[in-house]
């Protein structure tokens, strides 16, 4: 046990900050109404998509362009159908996969968020370095009763977006930061 103990202590002495904050999933997750959000968004630009295609493969066809190898212009009534088979199942799935993933804390000194569903980003923001909180709504939030906090620092990287958020809690969390913040450079000074 003690060759283990070692060992373990050995570890986190090569692992920066092992050992300080425990590296653990945000607490709060996004509001369930943020999955109709995202699914309304997604099938929006599904739609745009796949209208897009069929109008590019009528142009295509009404003018034959002549650079496009035959194949291409005999066969491109199946850009729409290919459009559509690759963008459906992605529109569905999407937002229950964002929802597994979104979430957010915040605790006395930092703001923890987590968000994505191809590649993941987890943000700390330090309460300290709250510059600005902003609370917005768009035309699908606001039918959902849903908004989106930003947090911005001085710096690109250190600031957060949290969306998918009940009205409510989304007011009561930029308050709550611009609040603590105020607190934090007051004491500061």
């Known amino acids: 046990m003690a060759a283990r103990a070692g060992h373990e ?3 986190d002495r090569r ?12 607490a709060n997750p996004v509001s369930r109404k943020a999955i109709v959000l995202w699914l ?18 009528r142009w295509i066809d009404g003018d034959r362009w ?15 159908v290919l459009v559509a088979v690759l963008l459906v199942p992605g529109t569905f799935i999407e937002p229950f996969w964002r929802y597994a993933v979104h979430r957010w804390e915040f605790s006395e000194d930092v703001v923890y968020a987590r968000s994505g569903w191809i590649s993941r980003e987890w ?13 917005e709504q768009g035309w699908f939030e606001r039918m959902l009763g849903l908004a989106t906090v930003e947090i911005r620092t001085a710096s690109h990287a250190g600031s957060s977006t949290i969306k998918g958020l ?23 000074t």
């Not at 291409?72 to 850009?79: F, V």
């Open 40 to 57: 309304l968004e997604a099938v929006f630009w599904a739609v745009i998509l796949i209208g897009g295609s069929y109008f590019l493969a």
């Open 123 to 135: 943000v700390f923001v330090p309460v300290s370095r709250i510059q600005t909180v902003d609370k």
């Open 166 to 188: 009940d009205y409510a809690v989304a007011a009561g969390l930029a308050e709550g930061l611009a609040r603590r913040a105020e607190e934090l450079r007051d004491d500061a």
């Open 66 to 80: 002549s650079w496009l190898p035959g194949w291409a212009t005999d066969n491109i009534w199946w850009l729409p």
């Open 9 to 11: 202590s050995e570890r």
């Open 15 to 26: 692992i920066p900050g092992r050992g300080r904050v425990p590296l653990r999933d945000p």
